[in-house]
């Protein structure tokens, strides 16, 4: 595969057993993105940015440098982060990081590196992502594997055997539910009327996320009403520190296989998915048969 | 007097308010009293209405301090701009003849009947701006049974009170001298009367939002589409207020194009 400003996202791993190789990896990257007069932003914690600047030399200062915690804290964090990074660049921009799954998350993970391909399909990105196979089982390694089409930190792109399409691959990763533990607390049913559902949802989230918690539930239902003239049940766990709150719709309106990691588009009907996603401290969506579920926590802001 | 909904303009105390009525008898004898109420605080009274006469006269009414005028006049001399300047020179008419204010109370039910919110709307807006900025108060009268309910709603939240039989709008709009002041919750049942009203604005603005108790996906787009459209134009557009979960809620928004 060949490096050009129209051949859209391009989207490689990377991976390495040692911090050394993986500095000068990143560092190669960084230079040939310099030399191809893309912005390249590198995302690494603070003694990693050192190594990695120590290799750059003089052309540190060409380079962009983001914080790894709070940019890969979570997939939609992730997501979020990427999206604002790269705004309405017109620009190529070559991002660089270390993506690490972890025991608990690395589904989440695995669905968010399948999203990147269909979310930034056409976009001037070439993506870079390093993985540390100390740290990841065979298992996690080969789903790594299926979601990057390309493998290596500089062109030419070694085109990728294991790759498969996105849809295909979060079908094997499905997003985990929430099964709250006992009855709800509220139950509302055949809901056809909105303001009450925020106003209830409001009402019984922690008073520092209540606004969040309306306007998420406010969404999440239209969406549902916009597919059926009522909402089936909407139920809600009321606890001292955060809210839970399911939706019911009669039809596949959450069914999206990338629920929460699928940001906004200018005039689409996804937005209710993108901000609980993005809002809720929880998300979670599921279908069965011809319904579907959103479910979204909020916990109180320490 | 029914529910009241108060958007009380604190600056002067004046209001512009909306009254939902039930019958001819309920108008007049609401006539009746704010045309005394105005007499006795001193100020000119204008009743506007479909019939001339309806309410006994007021007690000691001094020379031309109520007038009396029909619905048609509104709809002979130049509909907004025309009766927006007109109610200008009878305030300052009002106080050069030494009164305190102006009071006016008019039945809009012909109008509104007649009329669709766009053409209203400016109307309104303009007849809010006015009444704060000046020495007035006015009650604009609505038969509940005659006009369509959510025209009916969407009148109500222009106006800084609504009284009556009139249904409490979630969201009330106000011009102001830089802008919009806009309070309540604001969704998809009044998504474009805010964006109708944002087009009212001129010059540099403020959209002022410290009321604003909810405000869905759907009406901050409209508000960004303003602000980016406004901006294009050299308006600069400011936002004063907003919500937290507007502020949070806005970057993600930018969504990827």
């Not at chain 2, 009254?19 to 204008?46: I, M, N, S, T």
């Amino acid at each position: 595969m060949s490096q050009g400003q129209d051949v859209g996202f391009i989207h490689s791993a990377v991976f390495v057993d040692s911090e050394e190789e993986l500095c000068r990896s990143m560092a190669e990257s960084a230079f040939e993105g310099l030399e191809l007069s893309e912005e390249v932003i590198i995302t690494a914690d603070r003694d990693r940015r050192r190594r990695i600047a120590s290799l750059l030399g003089d052309r540190t200062h060409q380079v962009r440098f983001d914080e790894a915690d709070s940019r890969y804290s979570t997939p939609r964090s992730a997501m979020h982060g990427l999206v604002k990074m790269l705004g309405d660049r017109r620009r190529r921009v070559r991002s660089i990081g270390e993506v690490r799954p972890g025991k608990d998350r690395h589904s989440e993970w695995i669905r968010y590196e399948a999203a990147l391909n269909e979310v930034l399909t056409g976009r001037p990105v070439t993506g870079v992502c390093f993985y540390d196979t100390r740290l990841l089982s065979d298992h996690t390694r080969a789903s790594m594997e299926e979601t990057h089409p390309c493998r290596g930190a500089i062109s030419p792109w070694e085109g990728s055997d294991a790759f498969r399409p996105p849809q295909d691959v979060v079908t094997d990763f499905p997003p985990r539910r929430i099964h709250p533990r006992r009855e709800p607390d509220l139950l509302l049913t055949d809901v056809s009327e909105l303001r009450p559902v925020r106003a209830a949802a409001a009402d019984m989230a922690p008073p520092s996320r209540a606004d969040d918690a309306a306007l998420v539930v406010h969404e999440l239902t239209a969406m549902a009403l916009a597919d059926a003239s009522v909402v089936p049940e909407i139920r809600m766990w009321s606890e001292p520190d955060r809210v839970a709150v399911q939706i019911i719709s009669a039809s596949d309106s959450f069914a999206d296989p990338f629920a929460g990691l699928r940001p906004a588009r200018p005039h689409g009907n996804n937005v209710a998915l993108w901000i609980a996603g993005q809002l809720a401290d929880d998300f979670a969506v599921a279908r069965t048969g011809p319904v579907s579920e959103a479910t979204v926590v909020f916990v109180e802001d320490r | 007097m029914g529910r009241v909904l108060s958007h009380e303009n604190s600056a002067t105390g004046r209001r512009h308010a909306c009254w939902g009525y039930g019958d001819e008898e309920d108008f007049w004898h609401r006539v009746g009293d704010f045309v005394q109420e105005g007499v006795d605080a001193g100020d000119r009274v204008v009743t506007m209405a479909a019939a001339r006469v309806g309410s006994p006269p007021a007690r000691d009414a001094q020379p031309r301090q109520v007038i009396r005028m029909g619905v048609e006049d509104f709809q002979r001399n130049g509909g907004v701009p025309g009766w927006t300047s007109r109610l200008r020179r009878m305030v300052g008419d009002a106080l050069n003849d030494g009164f305190a204010g102006l009071r006016l109370i008019a039945d809009a039910t012909p109008i509104a009947t007649s009329a669709q919110l766009r053409e209203l709307l400016p109307w309104e807006l303009q007849l809010g701006r006015l009444a704060s900025e000046y020495s007035m108060r006015v009650v604009c009268a609505l038969q509940s049974s005659a006009v369509d309910k959510e025209l009916s709603v969407d009148l109500a939240s222009l106006h800084d009170v609504v009284e009556g039989a009139v249904p409490l709008p979630l969201a009330t709009i106000r011009l102001t001298s830089d802008g919009l002041s806009v309070k309540g919750e604001l969704d998809s049942t009044n998504g474009d009367l805010f964006e109708a009203a944002l087009a009212e604005t001129t010059g540099d603005v403020t959209i002022e939002m410290s009321g604003v108790d909810f405000m869905d996906v759907g009406s901050m787009r409209v508000l960004r589409r303003f602000v980016m459209e406004t901006e294009n134009t050299g308006r600069s557009v400011t936002l004063s207020s907003i919500p937290d979960s507007v502020t949070r809620c806005w970057p993600l928004l930018e969504g990827v194009s």
